[in-house]
């Protein structure tokens, strides 16, 4: 199995608090994975490790077979790892575009003499990444919207522009902090299908953290649950909704027979 991302015995300490311990997680390439858990489980702090935010205390991150652990984000974005977060963080008073052509930054030759001298390198580069930020913005269906400030946007639009600048980075990986957060159920239901199609037509493994149940026994292949930092239950989602550990320790009675009927629905 090509496995794009292994994480081994991963730890995350905050002072007396062990935030990850021992992680182990693998996920396969061209997959849809989630990580589930109640709140403080850690699964944010699991994706600032893989991103470089943070440095494990012990274990290992090994992204296409080279070890990340450590690295910084800027030098983990360049090796094809890329991520939205839970709260929204664009550049609220930039446009759409502009937004886009900072997550391009990565990939991007030109130094500061080049573009005061305005060299034709430079020139050129800079219509390319234009032209490839106008295409970004229509493929996340925000076409007509690039000179619109990201503050401007409606909710649900924020987050395909957030992810639209994810994508600019070209990343191999697209880890999704709950990305369908404070989204009606049409809303919901048009991410999945959005989140689906970045997978087959783009060829991008994507790892999601979400809360809400019937979105990721619906659209995961493979999920690991998290509670007090520690890996307590993996599998399909039939799997995992029948885990005694996983309804006892986390979703309770009443949410597994919900997800049940999640899965029979999806």
């Known amino acids: 199995m090509d496995n794009i991302l292994v994480s081994t015995k991963v730890t995350k300490r905050f002072g007396g608090?062990?935030?990850?311990?021992?992680?182990?997680?693998?996920?396969?390439r061209g997959a849809i994975?989630?990580?589930?858990?109640?709140n403080g489980a850690?699964?944010?702090?699991?994706?600032?490790?893989?991103t470089g935010f943070y440095t494990p205390e012990e274990g290992e991150i090994i992204f296409n077979g080279h070890n990340i652990t450590g690295m910084s984000p800027d030098r983990v974005t360049h090796r094809g790892i890329s991520r939205t977060y839970q709260?929204?963080?664009l550049f609220k008073n930039m446009t759409a575009i502009e937004n886009i052509l900072v997550g391009m930054h990565p990939h991007l030759k030109s130094w500061l003499i080049g573009a005061i001298v305005r060299d034709p390198r430079t020139v050129r580069e800079e219509a390319e990444a234009l032209k490839e930020a106008y295409r970004l913005l229509e493929y996340v269906g925000l076409k007509g919207r690039g000179d619109m400030l990201a503050k401007n946007l409606p909710y649900g639009e924020q987050r395909r522009l957030?992810?639209?600048?994810?994508?600019?980075?070209?990343?191999?990986?697209?880890?999704?902090?709950?990305?369908?957060?404070?989204?009606?159920?049409?809303?919901?239901?048009?991410m999945v299908h959005f989140i689906q199609r970045l997978r087959d037509e783009l060829g991008i493994t994507i790892l999601i953290i979400e809360h809400q149940m019937r979105v990721v026994m619906s659209?995961?292949?493979?999920?690991t649950v998290l509670d007090f930092g520690r890996k307590i239950a993996e599998g399909t989602a039939k799997e995992i909704q029948t885990n005694p550990t996983v309804i006892e320790a986390y979703l309770g009675r009443g949410a597994a027979s919900g997800l049940g009927e999640a899965t029979a629905q999806g």
């Not at 608090?17 to 396969?28: C, H, M, P, Q, T």
């Not at 994975?33 to 109640?38: D, E, R, T, V």
């Not at 659209?219 to 999920?223: A, D, M």
């Open 17 to 28: 608090l062990e935030a990850l311990s021992k992680v182990d997680l693998e996920v396969r």
């Open 33 to 38: 994975q989630s990580i589930i858990g109640p």
């Open 42 to 50: 850690g699964k944010t702090t699991f994706f600032n490790c893989v």
């Open 87 to 89: 709260n929204i963080r």
């Open 162 to 190: 957030e992810i639209a600048r994810a994508l600019a980075s070209r990343p191999q990986l697209l880890l999704l902090d709950e990305p369908t957060a404070g989204m009606n159920p049409s809303e919901t239901q048009a």
């Open 219 to 223: 659209i995961s292949e493979k999920i």
